[in-house]
């Protein structure tokens, strides 16, 4: 048995407004990060997030996006913990000049606005020696999202992460990392094409641009397919000797995004 962590007595309640030139997102965060003694978590959350992909290599569209969710945290061991959420969103999609059949498709087939409540289920488990420098340890992390029946969408996406550190001599450290995924619709409906697995750019595949590999539409631009895979290696060394804090890295990234039918 693991040892109960101690509790502190605080809550946060955080309000956000972060802008860039794709998204804008304003949000309002409760979080209790001992909700109960057993130090299972809740986090709530009220969000409204717009979108305007012009500025990337994706299918072009606009949308807007308002939203609720709350989510629990529930720790099974000390390196280990399950998650379970709920989310509420209304989305409206706007065509734009550019967009490409595929969207013209979906809002023809479910209108501009829609409405889901998605089910969401996870595992995680880390043991890294330090989370923000590790040198050794794996980060493993399994969430499953569901759009139920209730709402107006129906699908499901299913991602499996796994990033491992080694100390290969001295202050050089080796990462490598898998990033895989896979989603579709359910019920005879389609995956919504703003749900599909997008790669590319920092934090994927670096050295293209963001979200930009796999099928293109008729404009060249990127469409989202349902299947991820992604693999990086990584070579960290500091850049002064005894401060991990100040690295530099070597890295070779891999990684594609299939379609596969409709």
Same mark, same amino acid.
Do not use: C
């Given at each position: ?13 955080? !309000? ?59 720790? +099974? ?19 734009? !000049?550019?967009?490409?059949? /595929?969207?013209?498709?979906?809002? !023809?087939?479910?209108?501009?606005v829609t409405d889901s409540v998605v089910a969401s289920l ?40 796994? /990033?491992?550190?080694?100390? +290969? ?10 990033? +895989? ?17 997008? !790669? ?9 641009? /963001? ?52």
């Open positions: 048995p693991f040892t109960q962590r101690p509790r502190p007595v605080f809550h946060a309640l955080v !309000a956000a407004l972060n802008t860039s030139d794709v998204n804008r997102v304003i949000s309002l965060t409760y979080v209790e990060p001992y909700w109960t003694t057993d130090g299972v978590s809740r986090v709530i959350e009220l969000y409204q997030r717009t979108t305007d992909t012009s500025s990337l290599s994706v299918s072009q569209y606009d949308s807007s996006t308002t939203g609720g969710a709350v989510a629990f945290g529930i720790p +099974i061991s000390e390196t280990d913990a399950v998650n379970v959420g709920l989310r509420y969103e209304r989305t409206r999609i706007d065509l734009t !000049a550019g967009s490409p059949l /595929q969207v013209i498709l979906y809002v !023809a087939e479910f209108g501009n996870g595992w995680s488990r880390d043991t890294r020696d330090d989370i923000l420098y590790p040198t050794r340890g794996t980060l493993q992390s399994f969430l499953v999202d569901t759009a139920v029946p209730i709402g107006d969408l129906q699908y499901y996406k299913v991602n499996y992460l796994q /990033q491992s550190f080694w100390p +290969i001599y001295g202050d050089f450290v080796l990462m490598l990392r898998g990033d +895989i995924g896979y989603a579709d619709g359910y019920g005879g409906l389609a995956l919504p094409f703003y749900r599909r697995f997008f !790669a590319g750019g920092v934090g994927s595949v670096r050295g293209y641009d /963001q979200s930009s590999l796999g099928p293109q539409d008729i404009y060249g631009n990127a469409t989202g397919g349902k299947r991820k895979i992604v693999g990086n290696v990584e070579l960290f060394f500091p850049l002064l000797k005894g401060d991990k804090s100040v690295r530099a890295s070597v890295f070779a990234d891999a990684g594609q995004i299939y379609f596969d039918g409709k």
